[in-house]
């Protein structure tokens, strides 16, 4: 069992872009070390899985699939789903059709099958980093009074990046991408950063990212 529970981790990792691999194995971070994930292969990854998620890591990668817009496969390798997830985007307001069947738009199929927002608007790590090569000087101010960090986290990205404040951004938004998890979206990043004295090209990539 644990045999075919791998070789399906393989497959489904397989199936996936360089980018979609990369965004799968961010995601992983709220659960799972960085420093296990992030230089992973794809076979590497399987068994870091497998030891994390023992029985249960075809759920955890059935979660995530959705998560980058990938449910198609979830049904091409019959992935388990959880019995229940959370709905945590207060914009999707809970709709019931007089027949007492869900509407589309809420998030679940008439047969109680959860399915993927229709435009999450993930940020993958490319749209993070177009982000931070615009932050300039101000970034430690702008994690602190819009993105909600700590001084001391600022101060460990600084010793880690000394010389490159394009990574040190970079990081700081991956730290609050990894707070917010699912709700890290082009939105979301939007209306923490509209208030702050930023260079105008981010606030307008982040809304053509939003489809604007």
Request: net charge neutral; hydrophobic share 35%.
């Amino acid at each position: 069992m644990a045999k075919d529970e791998r070789a399906t981790l393989l497959e489904v990792h397989q199936a996936l872009s360089e980018e979609q691999f990369q965004n799968l194995k961010y995601l992983l971070e709220s659960k799972i070390p960085a420093g296990l994930v992030l230089q992973a292969s794809r076979p590497e990854l399987c068994r870091i899985l497998l030891q994390r998620f023992p029985g249960n890591s075809l759920r955890e990668i059935a979660r995530i699939l959705r998560q980058i817009g990938r449910p198609d496969l979830i049904q091409r390798f019959q992935l388990p789903l959880e019995e229940q997830i959370p709905e945590e985007n207060p914009r999707e307001p809970n709709r019931d059709t007089p027949n007492g069947t869900r509407d589309p738009t809420s998030g679940r199929h008439p047969g109680g099958i959860p399915t993927p927002p229709i435009n999450p608007q993930i940020l993958t790590q490319k749209d993070l980093m177009t982000v931070a090569e615009r932050f300039g000087k101000e970034w430690r101010q702008v994690g602190i009074l819009h993105l909600g960090l700590e001084q001391s986290r600022l101060d460990q990205i600084q010793e880690e990046n000394p010389n490159n404040s394009t990574m040190r951004s970079f990081e700081m938004l991956r730290d609050w991408q990894r707070r917010q998890r699912e709700e890290a979206t082009a939105s979301q990043l939007l209306a923490c950063l509209e208030k702050a004295h930023l260079d105008p090209e981010i606030l307008n990539f982040l809304r053509s990212l939003q489809g604007n």
